[in-house]
């Protein structure tokens, strides 16, 4: 999420104006699409005003704020499925993002090549909201296509996907 594109204003990049959106809990699809760093200590995002790593969202996690919206949580960055053991709890974005209540995450295991990942994203939303398919179809296809299209570049198995396969995309616009 940190902004390298200006042309998209809807970007987030201070720290604080992501924990306060998630926080808010009115968030229906999060997509980051960043450089992760992944040491011993854990992940971490530079952005604007500094790092942002997945003990902040612990006040979200307490307080379950994600669960009335159950957002998809996509985060496209080098080994943002990673986890650490922290004081013999699970730290990372995946049980910080599932535990304050979003209804799903996708995240890669291993560092990924920035044009697969962008395909990867593009072929997985296409699939899941354009053409409807549930969380496990969207991603399937999303691997394939990929595999075929960056033969040899590994990306493609680097997904990790956290929810129902089951599970499909709805507009919250057509419910009010």
Not at 41 to 61: E, Q, Y
Not at 104 to 130: C, D, K, M, N
Request: hydrophobic share 40%; charged share 15%.
């Amino acid at each position: 999420m940190p902004r390298r594109n200006r042309t998209h204003p809807d970007d987030i990049t201070p720290t604080s104006s992501v924990t306060a959106l998630i926080k808010g809990g009115h968030a229906g699809l999060l997509h980051f699409a960043c450089h992760n760093s992944f040491t011993g200590t854990g992940s971490r995002v530079t952005m604007a005003d500094g790092p942002f790593d997945p003990i902040d969202l612990a006040s979200a996690a307490q307080l379950r704020t994600l669960r009335p919206h159950r957002p998809l949580v996509f985060f496209n960055a080098c080994r943002s499925a990673g986890e650490i053991d922290w004081f013999g709890e699970s730290l990372g974005w995946a049980p910080q993002f599932l535990t304050a209540g979003a209804g799903a995450f996708v995240g890669t295991l291993w560092p990924v090549r920035s044009r697969s990942a962008l395909q990867f994203a593009e072929t997985f939303y296409q699939q899941l909201i354009t053409h409807r398919q549930p969380l496990g179809k969207a991603s399937l296809a999303a691997r394939q296509i990929t595999r075929d299209l960056y033969d040899g570049d590994p990306t493609w198995l680097a997904y990790a996907m956290y929810g129902s396969p089951a599970a499909t995309a709805h507009s919250t616009a057509s419910r009010e």
